[in-house]
């Protein structure tokens, strides 16, 4: 418990550190990357779900502005589809999702 967590993030591969609280996006805006975003981490957009590859069960309880966003954009609510923008975790965790990269360089 309040251990610094790691969630590796696909197709980049990058390892990210992610405290205890934190969501898995401000994580990597700390760290210096951008995260696909409409609505400036607000959960109402959609852009920043991810697909969780494994780790579900160190996955925080998703919070119910997340579970509207993701019914609204038809999204299942299966566990494996979360907002990176509400996303919580208690343990390594993976995901996928592309369009993440260093805030400093264009995108590709
Ligand atoms: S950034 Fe818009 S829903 Fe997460």
Redesign the pocket.
Known sequence: MGATNIVTVLPLGLQLQVDPGQTV?AAARQAGFF???????????????SIIESGTEHCGPMPADEQE?LARTMVPLDGLRR????LTVSGPVTVKKRGVHQADTEST
């Open positions: 996006m995260w696909p975003t409409v609505c400036d981490a607000s959960a109402s957009c959609g852009t920043c779900v966003t907002l990176a923008c509400r």
